[in-house]
């Protein structure tokens, strides 16, 4: 197993780089960068992908002028302004003579601005990243992270009750509908999970809204946010009951496609195990049918559902969170990543990138981990 382990981290590696490549790649053919985005704001045009696509007759003055000085901002900016952001940004550096003493500068006419070769960029940014250096946000004055805990605690609500919420309403369901599989319980179910799986995450929140957050009917659920605004003068049953009161919508919404999921995952395992022979033998040895479900069907109907449990987390942390957050008025990782990817905030997009990916891969590591955890008779070194 050690051996196996180590496989699975050295391929870490390779894994990471491919995917920081190919999102660095993309990122050098995607129009309005950084330094477009403070020129466009300086400019008072607010945004830099409006200005660069622009429209008829100013467009294409607009584009002649970005020709001519290499940024769209720079119509009306100084040229030594741009050129020390793109120093303060990492795109170029600055070089001066062998005998020049002092501060280098853009102004010293001893010294001249050299740019920086996007692969010479990459391979900077992966030696800082690979020493968990990550930089600093373009346009927030703070670290990247110190950005990522900022806004971790919505993200971590956000998934980890789902995800519990899910194992403690699936797993009993699903292993009831097995119980009762082609009844009319199963069927009732099955077609109310189905429906549920059908419907998008963000258009239930917004009928969450709706109905229970003072849209056309109830007002039960606050609209936004993770707390209320006399939060710190709150009893701490108060506050339990306070954070719970504004998770529950959040969370209700985002709950609809891993429970169906769950759920089905759990009866068709239930069901797997209940056909194989141990439980014949179980039931004709007089074992009452609670003592042969959880007894003996349990852990091994229990395998994929609970090794899952680390990955369905992670799914849920990272994915689809966006829209809810959106929804909600959530500050966390999903509007983080969403505005530093239109403010073209490369030190944040390609920082977090960089972070949750590896801890996808090691993430996945520990769900097979829990695989051989929860049945040994798993061996994935034999296998391989």
């Given at each position: 197993m050690g051996a196996y382990i180590l496989r699975r981290l050295l391929l870490v590696i390779p894994t990471l780089l491919g995917i920081m490549i190919i999102n660095f790649t993309l990122t050098q053919f995607v129009p309005g960068g950084p330094i477009d985005q403070v020129a466009a704001r300086l400019e008072g045009e607010g945004d830099a992908i409006k200005a660069v696509s622009g429209s008829g007759a100013d467009a294409g003055q607009d584009q002649s002028a970005a020709d001519q000085n290499g940024y769209i901002g720079a119509r009306g900016l100084p040229p030594e302004f741009l050129a020390q952001l793109e120093v303060e940004f990492g795109f170029a550096r600055i070089v001066c003579a062998p005998d020049f003493n002092g501060t280098p500068t853009i102004k010293d006419p001893a010294c001249k601005k050299e740019i920086i070769p996007p692969v010479e960029r990459f391979f900077i940014m992966m030696w800082n990243y690979m020493r968990f250096d990550f930089g600093q946000s373009y346009f927030r004055s703070t670290s990247v992270v110190g950005l990522i805990l900022e806004k971790m605690p919505v993200s971590i609500t956000l998934g980890l009750w789902t995800t519990l919420v899910a194992y403690l309403v699936s797993i009993p369901l699903?292993?009831?509908?097995?119980?009762?599989?082609?009844?009319?319980?199963?069927?009732?179910?099955?077609?109310?999970i189905i429906a549920a799986y059908s419907i998008p995450s963000f258009l239930f929140a917004i009928l969450l809204l709706q109905l229970f957050a003072g849209g056309s009917f109830y007002r039960i659920f606050p609209l936004r946010g993770l707390t209320s605004e006399n939060f710190d003068s709150l009893s701490l049953a108060g506050k339990a009951l306070d954070y719970l009161w504004h998770i529950t919508l959040p969370v209700v919404s985002m709950l609809i496609a891993s429970f169906a999921t769950l759920t089905l995952l759990t009866k068709n395992s239930f069901l797997d195990e209940i056909r194989k022979q141990y439980v014949m033998t179980a039931r004709a040895k007089g074992l009452s049918?609670?003592?042969?479900?959880?007894?003996?069907?349990?852990?091994?109907?229990?395998?994929?559902?609970?090794?899952?449990?680390?990955?369905?987390?992670?799914?849920?942390?990272?994915?689809?969170?966006?829209?809810?957050?959106?929804?909600?008025?959530?500050?966390?990782?999903?509007?983080?990543?969403?505005?530093?990817a239109v403010e073209r905030d490369y030190p944040v997009v390609f920082g977090?990138?960089?972070?949750?990916?590896?801890?996808?891969?090691?993430?996945?590591?520990?769900?097979?981990?829990m695989y051989v955890w929860t049945d040994p008779r798993i061996d994935f070194e034999r296998r391989d």
């Open positions: 699903g292993i009831r509908k097995a119980v009762k599989d082609g009844s009319k319980f199963d069927t009732w179910t099955s077609g109310i049918e609670s003592r042969v479900l959880y007894g003996h069907v349990f852990r091994n109907a229990m395998l994929i559902v609970i090794a899952g449990f680390p990955g369905l987390f992670i799914s849920v942390f990272f994915g689809g969170s966006l829209l809810i957050e959106t929804i909600f008025s959530l500050d966390g990782l999903g509007q983080l990543g969403y505005k530093s977090t990138l960089f972070a949750f990916g590896l801890m996808g891969l090691v993430i996945g590591i520990i769900s097979d981990l």
